[in-house]
């Protein structure tokens, strides 16, 4: 059975500048998650979807941040002007049972 | 609301030494306990999950144990291995809305030889 896969692995970015992230959940899971990890932090949920419908966003900064998840199956996570404080490891899951996939590291200068 | 508590940031212990990283929690509702483990560059990992019928879960052997009467859940573990040296994540939800994960700050276990 194929993880949860995502890309990119690595994004460095200046100030200001726009990223996307991109999330493949394992086949047949309904729940997509995405959580920021912040160096030497535990996991944060930003958002979470079931179905195309999203359950829980509260924790997402919708000034700069939109996700998606059109069609129930992929996911987007976007980050229209970054910040430096938005530097962490972006992570992405699916349930049952929360596996996640490797992540993104991004680095805002 | 939920929270979790992971008191300990890093924990060194020698090889062969008992494990025990400590997890305590706030839950309004039911709760479900679980605790992911990290190694260095790769993402989060389930290692255990809680029981409602309150069997004591065990995986590569680490066990814990839901005591509900001082809201906690520790990881233990026998005899630590150098290859059990990671990140222990302590994570909660509960019967409200079980999809809903909350998880500690984590504790980075490092085991010397």
């Known amino acids: 059975e194929a993880g949860v896969t995502q890309s990119p692995r690595y994004a460095v970015l200046q100030e200001g500048q726009a990223v996307s992230f991109w999330c493949d959940p394992i086949?047949?899971?309904?729940?997509l998650y995405w959580y920021q990890q912040p160096r030497d932090q535990g996991p944060q949920l930003l958002v979470y979807f079931r179905d195309e419908a999203v359950i829980d966003n509260s924790q997402l900064p919708s000034d700069r941040f939109s996700a998606v998840r059109p069609k129930g199956t992929n996911s987007t996570l976007k980050i229209q002007s970054a910040k430096q404080g938005d530097t962490a490891t972006y992570l992405c899951a699916s349930s049952p049972e929360q596996f996640f996939g490797p992540g993104t590291r991004l680095t805002v200068l | 609301g939920d929270s979790v508590t992971q008191t300990e940031g890093l924990v060194t212990l020698t090889e062969g030494l008992p494990v025990m990283l400590n997890c305590t929690y706030q839950s309004t509702y039911s709760p479900f306990l679980f605790w992911y483990v990290q190694h260095l560059n790769e993402a989060p990992k389930l290692l255990l999950k809680?029981?409602?019928?309150?069997k004591r879960p065990e995986h590569q052997g680490f066990h814990a144990t839901l005591h509900k009467s001082s809201s906690s859940f520790h990881l233990q573990k026998s005899s630590a291995q150098l290859s059990d040296s990671a990140l222990y994540y302590c994570?909660?939800?509960?019967?409200?809305?079980?999809?809903?994960?909350?998880f500690g700050k984590g504790t980075h276990l490092h085991v010397l030889p």
């Open positions: 994570a909660l939800s509960d019967d409200t809305n079980a999809y809903k994960v909350i």
């Open positions: 809680s029981f409602t019928d309150n």
């Open positions: 086949s047949g899971h309904d729940t």
